[in-house]
């Protein structure tokens, strides 16, 4: 459906696992504090293309505000590009997906965006992937 319409986006996001830096298997590091990395992912379906938001733990957390402020910014780069409708596929991540932050971040998109106008989250049926 979204290869057939330009207007239509499909895209799928996900956050990765804690990336710890600095990264060495030396014993002198072990004991040591490390800087907690988080790294989010939205991959846009039809151009095959991704965009990685990454930040630290001293920026932000990786809650539910962090997620829909990244998805948001994709959100107003697609109405900006014309498209009319998203499709997004996610996790059921409760922390991050599936909580009142994710539909009320696209309700106020909706209402302010000159293009789009349906936004659409499927999520994966858990422990089937």
């Keep these: 459906m ?3 319409n330009p207007k239509i986006c499909a ?6 696992q804690v990336i710890y830096t600095p990264k060495s298997h030396h014993s002198s ?16 379906l ?10 630290h733990e ?4 990786r ?10 910014k994709f959100l107003q780069e697609k109405d900006s590009g014309g498209t009319e409708e998203v499709i997004l596929f996610c996790d059921g991540c409760v922390g991050q997906n599936t909580n009142s932050v994710l539909p009320s971040m696209i309700l106020y998109t909706l209402e302010h965006a000159k293009n ?6 499927n999520y994966f049926e858990t422990n089937h992937g």
């Design 11 to 16: 895209a799928v996001f996900d956050l990765q």
């Design 63 to 72: 809650g539910a505000n962090e997620i829909s402020t990244c998805i948001y």
């Design 29 to 44: 590091i072990f004991y040591k504090r490390r800087l907690a990395n988080y790294n989010f992912t939205i991959f846009d």
């Design 46 to 55: 039809q151009p095959q293309e991704g965009r990685c938001f990454l930040w």
């Design 2 to 4: 979204a290869s057939e």
């Design 116 to 121: 789009l106008k349906k936004v659409t989250v």
């Design 58 to 61: 001293g920026i932000a957390r």
